[in-house]
């Protein structure tokens, strides 16, 4: 590291972040590949808890500290010949740091959408419009059965009606729902 004495103060100060926090940042990426980063570790000395909310994730975390270092440093020694003025460098670096961390909720949020319970409920299924695949007696006296879609997904459901008998094709509402069958009236 012999060459960062030869510098000027404030890129070797980008450096000498620059360096730590991307080798930081290589081992947390290690670690969450291999299952082994749970939560960041490290206690705040101060009162995080959110719980009560929905929010997945803290904004000041180790692992936020590192993504906004990260983005701050390596554009601070990007552009450091290309920006003269210090102030307008350090304010790019700022920027960039807040995106690297913005960037981050980002994704978090994306793969957050991804474990949605979207398990089936009947009771979801009443209001909805449905179509009678086998016809369905009248007066409640047997049971037929209605084809409706619920969250993106088709079901093929038992029904009845104390209305006079439905045939095959017909659309139906579902206003009930009696020992997992579905009580529907013609539309």
Do not use: H
């Not at 009248?138 to 997904?153: D, E, L, T």
């Amino acid at each position: 590291m012999d060459f960062l004495n030869n510098l000027e103060p404030l890129l070797r100060s980008f450096w000498y972040v620059a360096v730590p926090t991307s080798v930081i940042f290589l081992i947390q990426t290690i670690l969450t590949f291999a299952g082994v980063d749970a939560a960041d570790g490290l206690d705040a000395d101060f009162d995080g808890d959110m719980s009560g909310t929905d929010k997945p994730f803290q904004l000041f975390s180790f692992r936020n500290l590192i993504n906004f270092l990260l983005g701050f440093s390596w554009t601070g020694i990007s552009f450091y010949q290309l920006i003269a003025n210090p102030l307008l460098l350090i304010a790019l670096a700022i920027l960039v740091g807040a995106g690297f961390v913005a960037l981050f909720f980002f994704i978090i949020l994306q793969i957050r959408k991804l474990s949605q319970n979207n398990t089936f409920r009947i009771a979801s299924t009443i209001n909805q419009v449905g179509s009678v695949y086998l016809s369905i007696p009248g007066q409640k006296n047997g049971k037929g059965k209605v084809q409706i879609s619920v969250k993106g997904a088709f079901f093929e459901l038992d029904a009845i009606t104390a209305q006079e008998r439905i045939k095959t094709g017909e659309s139906v509402r579902i206003i009930g729902v009696e020992n997992n069958t579905l009580i529907v009236e013609k539309i």
